[in-house]
């Protein structure tokens, strides 16, 4: 009898549902995989890109307010030392600590060397999430990571051997919102999970509706005595000739090159005995599925906390093109509290240097990032115009003179200073 074989496409069923996959693509060992496919959508990759390049502000150590000259010193050169950082510089050793935006987890080796009498930074090396076998914990303290062998294709040489395990002291684990069901952090990306996995399913029904509406599915007619032979007698010739034009309508519905040879007999009433043509595409009624895609998106934004981005981008009158102060003071937020986790952990770093310039950790130095964003001209002006109504602090020169240097604007001998000069005494002499 004549084999054939049907493929038939179930992107959603009970025993495959959004929920049911998400219990095992989330899975410790089997969630930085998951991520690194979700960053292949545009939307989760250029919210996360947006973020990351809002995040990635220099640091500095200020010293201890009651520090010694040698601790000041030490601070100096570690900063210094932070800046020159080989071969992975500060901008890419930044970008290797903010992995823990998408991941949940950043993992970095740091090393020191000695310059000019003291141990300071030499370079934070990141360890690949997908290349950790083990993580030995006591008490809650990494004691030490048990490394596999490195996956590559042979493109990338690396001359140095790869460590089998590295000392916990040595290892920075920056994790963003660890808790007891997420003990390596929580990755911004997995409450992103579910909505990501609608959206391709979409995306899978959209190109298979595609495809099916510009190649159109097959019609094979055939007498019914061709059809019983093909099914009963299959080395008949009658079967022959139904398997031919099976597998040449196959070929016509992938769009490869095929031909088709059919008798020329027809019935008494001049009918075609067989015919093969494409069924046109039906348009779909009832369910829009680049309205379905287009929510994905809007709950793609919101779940990464980048809901600014999605400002304007429909219909629904959520928001206005312009950026609103609110929000842009809860990302900003946001931002510092991401930037707060990255300096709790460095400060293991700091105490690490401290003893091996045999300091105590009794005043340890802070961990400072530059400001995320400075206030624009109105915001600063309406600022003070609260603070002088208020009474807390009254019109000086010191004040004028800060206030200029605060707006970059001339402080003295300029034009400006003549007019407001000549305007004040026209004022003082009409009053008086």
């Given at each position: 009898m004549?084999k054939?074989?049907k ?44 973020i ?18 040698k601790e ?7 900063n210094k ?9 500060f ?6 600590i ?30 690949s999430l997908?290349?950790v076998?083990k ?13 596999n ?31 007891p069901?997420?003990p390596l952090?929580?990755?911004?990306l ?7 996995k ?10 298979v ?7 159109g ?21 009658q079967?022959?000739l139904v398997?031919n034009?099976i ?28 015919d093969?043509q494409?069924?046109k ?5 009832g369910?829009e599925?680049e ?11 919101q ?17 206005s ?8 003071v809860l ?21 690490l ?11 340890l ?17 309406e600022?003070?115009?609260a603070v ?5 602090i ?24 003549s007019?407001?000069q ?10 008086t």
């Amino acid at each position: 009898m004549t084999k054939y074989s049907k493929q038939y496409s179930y992107p959603i069923e009970i025993h495959n549902s959004i929920q049911q996959m998400g219990k095992e693509d989330l899975r410790i060992e089997n969630q930085f995989k998951t991520y690194r496919q979700m960053l292949e959508d545009s939307v989760i990759s250029g919210s996360v890109s947006f973020i990351k390049s809002v995040l990635n502000r220099p640091f500095y150590l200020k010293p201890h307010i009651r520090s010694t000259k040698k601790e000041r010193e030490v601070v100096e050169a570690l900063n210094k030392s932070l800046k020159n950082l080989e071969p992975y510089n500060f901008n890419r050793t930044m970008n290797n600590i903010l992995t823990l935006v998408e991941y949940g987890t950043s993992l970095q080796e740091v090393t020191f060397e000695r310059k000019n009498g003291y141990q300071v930074f030499k370079t934070l090396s990141p360890i690949s999430l997908q290349s950790v076998n083990k993580y030995v914990y006591d008490r809650g303290e990494l004691k030490k990571l048990i490394l596999n062998a490195p996956e590559n294709d042979g493109m990338i040489q690396n001359v140095a051997k790869a460590p089998k395990e590295v000392d916990g002291s040595k290892v920075l684990a920056f994790q963003f919102q660890a808790d007891p069901d997420n003990p390596l952090g929580k990755s911004l990306l997995r409450g992103c999970y579910s909505t990501w996995k609608e959206k391709t399913t979409y995306r899978e029904l959209g190109l298979v509706g595609a495809s099916k509406s510009l190649a159109g599915v097959m019609k094979v007619e055939v007498p019914s005595e061709y059809l019983n032979s093909y099914f009963s007698d299959p080395s008949s010739d009658q079967a022959l000739l139904v398997d031919n034009l099976i597998k040449q309508s196959e070929l016509m519905g992938q769009g490869r090159s095929s031909f088709v040879c059919l008798p020329s007999d027809t019935t008494e009433g001049n009918a075609k005995l067989f015919d093969v043509q494409p069924i046109k595409g039906v348009d779909r009624q009832g369910f829009e599925i680049e309205a379905s895609i287009n929510r994905c998106n809007r709950e793609l934004f919101q779940c990464l906390q980048a809901s600014v981005l999605s400002l304007g981008q429909d219909d629904s009158g959520s928001g206005s093109y312009g950026l609103s102060s609110t929000k842009n003071v809860l990302l900003e937020n946001f931002l510092r509290g991401v930037h707060s986790t990255i300096a709790s952990e460095f400060m293991k770093a700091i105490k690490l240097a401290f003893q091996l310039n045999g300091l105590t950790d009794e005043r340890l130095p802070e961990v400072e990032f530059e400001d995320i964003s400075e206030p624009s001209f109105e915001e600063f002006v309406e600022g003070m115009k609260a603070v002088g109504m208020s009474g807390l602090i009254e019109p000086t020169g010191e004040l004028d003179r800060w206030i200029k240097e605060r707006i970059n604007a001339p402080t003295q001998g300029g034009v400006g200073d003549s007019i407001s000069q000549r305007l004040r005494e026209e004022y003082n002499d009409d009053t008086t």
